[in-house]
């Protein structure tokens, strides 16, 4: 019998076999990728750094000693307090709150480690958890108000704002300033303690080696899934560079003092808020609650639970500032947590690329932003001109970058509708 004919789909059909890939092909599809993405108006930390490089290239041009090793470490170790507040505050602005109180608390959580700590004779270690439990405890009580009973947390915060700074004035009591002995831990953390070279070098080459690390993890769990990966090449230039440019900075600032370890807690903290917002369940559940609070909700997200975790943190992390900025100037007095502390965080974090719209941002987002405010006040400093100045140049930049999230903001919007 006469076998029939098989008939093949052209769908079926083999094509003709695929060239492989090459690394200038990979190259050149990641370069549409990010110009797409650009285009789309997620800029990332692009405006940032580019903002950093001309504050620097510019204040140097007027004062050749900005860039000194002197001042650069000077900048690094002023910049700490203020940047832990402003890590507090990207966790609330990413699930589309804010707070306001946070100067206040950082200052409350000063006098209470002072009062304690030296009125009291109580251990350091336990007045600084007696502050910061306080401190949790506040932004427990915010986000009860806020979720139970439907009070905006503007209006929370900025009572909280004026409340907290009586409670402070009243815990301090007619002497107004309580010094902290210069012999304490907690002194000689914040002023004196910096790491060797041999230490600093050794962290360099581990934060590069674990950089290539979780890259590399991650491209191999992206291969397994079928999706385009980065490829090793990518991986071990991006670490080399890490490596060389660390290793310059450590060795630049090893010419003065060297790094100080409340600069290196700072970005330890970074680190860790960087892992907790891109790598966990709740990081990711924070970016859904700022990003659509109603579809995170439906899709099975405990939004009341998330937005207690932001408010906790923002005032935890308020706290460690405040205790750190006392350490820094051995004191805690009336004017703690005052002047432009509260908004100087929430402009970093603005200005790093935090959105106020919520949903947008990065732990990355306060350890640049304070660089570049704590980078605009060094250099007018340098300069002799009055804080005036300082100001009006601050707000001018978080102007420009409330500007350009905006404009990304509407160009996400546009791309995706088309």
């Known amino acids: 019998m006469t076998q029939p004919a098989t008939v093949t789909s052209p769908e079926l059909s083999p094509g003709p076999p695929q060239k492989p890939t090459t690394w200038s092909d990979r190259a050149r599809d990641r370069r549409r990728a990010v110009a797409a993405r650009l285009r789309g108006g997620d800029l990332g930390l692009l405006p ?33 307090p203020v940047g832990i507040i402003a890590l507090g505050v990207v966790c609330v602005l990413l699930v589309g709150q804010i707070d306001l109180s946070v100067g206040s608390i950082s200052g409350l ?100 080696a674990v950089l290539y690390g979780t890259g590399a993890a991650r491209a191999a769990e992206r291969r397994r899934a079928g999706l385009a990966a980065a490829s090793r090449r990518l991986l071990v230039g991006r670490s080399l560079a890490l490596l060389a440019g660390l290793g310059a900075a450590v060795w630049y600032l090893n010419r003065d003092r060297g790094v100080g370890w409340m600069f290196v807690f700072f970005l330890a903290l970074v680190l860790v808020l960087h892992y907790v917002l891109s790598r966990t369940s709740f990081g990711k559940s924070m970016y859904a609650v700022g990003g659509n609070m109603e579809a995170a909700r439906r899709a099975g997200v405990n939004v009341k639970a998330v937005l207690t975790m932001a408010f906790v943190l923002c005032t935890t992390l308020a706290c460690v500032g405040g205790i750190l900025s006392a350490s820094r100037l051995a004191a805690a007095n009336q004017s703690s947590g005052g002047g432009d502390v509260n908004l100087n965080a929430i402009a970093a974090a603005v200005i790093g690329g935090t ?64």
């Open 48 to 80: 940032v750094l580019a903002g950093l490089v001309v504050i620097w290239v510019v204040m140097q041009i007027l004062n050749p000693i900005f860039m000194s090793s002197a001042n650069l470490t000077n900048l690094a170790l002023e910049s700490v």
């Open 109 to 208: 959580s000063a006098a209470v480690l002072a009062v304690l700590f030296v009125d009291r004779g109580l251990p350091a270690w336990l007045a600084v958890t007696a502050s910061l439990v306080l401190a949790s405890l506040i932004g427990w009580f915010y986000a009860q108000v806020h979720n139970r009973i439907g009070v905006p947390s503007f209006v929370i915060t900025l009572g909280g704002l004026l409340g907290f700074l009586g409670v402070q004035l009243w815990i301090l009591g007619p002497k107004g300033s309580i010094n902290l002995p210069y012999d304490s831990g907690l002194v000689a953390f914040a002023q004196l303690q910096f790491l060797p070279p041999w230490l600093a070098y050794t962290l360099v080459v581990v934060g590069a």
């Open 355 to 418: 959105s106020l719209f919520g949903g947008r941002g990065s732990a990355f987002a306060a350890l640049l932003g304070v660089l570049v405010i704590q980078s605009i006040s060094s250099g007018l400093t340098l300069l002799n001109l009055d804080s005036a100045y300082r100001f009006m140049v601050t707000g001018g930049v978080l102007l420009l970058a409330v500007s350009l999230d905006a404009v990304a903001r509407r160009s996400r919007v546009s791309h995706g509708r088309a």
